[in-house]
């Protein structure tokens, strides 16, 4: 699994376990409803700022997203 893919896996998990629609946190970080889905896909190369905007939308830091298994060696 690539990178894109394993924070596509993150995102997607992350907004099923809250609760959200893919509609809703496209409205809430202010991100395209198809750009997130390609995102969750593992289709689309991320920047910074729209990391930025996803974390904050799930009220989480950065550093808290990243530090999870999936993104380890």
């Known amino acids: 699994m690539n990178f894109k ?3 596509g896996l993150k ?6 376990e ?9 409205n809430i970080s202010n ?4 750009y997130i889905s390609d995102i ?7 920047s910074i700022e729209i990391i930025e905007k996803i974390t904050t939308a799930f009220d ?6 990243f530090n999870d298994k999936i993104f380890k060696r």
């Open 60 to 65: 989480i830091d950065i550093a808290t997203f």
């Open 40 to 46: 969750e896909k593992g289709q689309r190369n991320v």
């Open 11 to 16: 995102v997607k998990s992350l907004r099923e």
């Open 18 to 26: 809250k609760g959200f629609s893919i509609e809703y946190l496209a």
């Open 5 to 7: 893919e394993k924070f």
């Open 31 to 34: 991100v395209d409803r198809n």
